[in-house]
């Protein structure tokens, strides 16, 4: 953390305004987040379509593993998760772009 005592700043060079910077870093960290989140689903995408693909190539090991019912219920839930994560992304990157996110609201 850095603490300017005595500084001065003329007031065209205030980003955002008084006392505003807390407001401002909430929101470029919230920004940051649902970036990364995006890339974590796009990997996750990626591994579910690999998957799916190799499940339906035929004389493979996958065949065969994705054969059992137990398998094939995880690699659904998987695909579910998967799913429910990338909307979940783009619920929060919405009400950011609407600036609602940062705001206190009850549940």
Same mark, same amino acid.
């Given at each position: 953390m850095c603490l300017l005592e005595n %500084?001065? %700043?003329s007031e065209s060079q205030v980003l955002g305004g =008084? $006392?505003?910077?807390? #407001?401002?870093?909430?929101?470029?960290m919230a920004a940051a987040a649902i970036a990364q989140?995006?890339? #974590? =689903?796009?990997?996750?995408q990626k591994a579910c379509r690999t998957r799916r693909?190799?499940?339906q190539a035929e004389g493979t090991v996958w065949e065969t593993i994705a054969s059992f019912q137990a398998v094939s219920q995880? &690699?659904?839930?998987?695909?579910v998760n998967c799913h429910v994560a990338r909307l979940? =992304?783009? $619920? #929060?990157?919405? &009400?950011?772009?609407?600036?609602? &996110? &940062?705001?206190s609201r009850p549940l």
């Open positions: %500084v001065v %700043v =008084v $006392n505003a910077g807390q #407001a401002i870093a909430a929101e470029t989140a995006a890339q #974590a =689903v796009g990997i996750t693909r190799l499940r995880m &690699l659904a839930e998987a695909a979940a =992304v783009y $619920n #929060a990157a919405s &009400l950011v772009e609407q600036g609602s &996110l &940062l705001r």
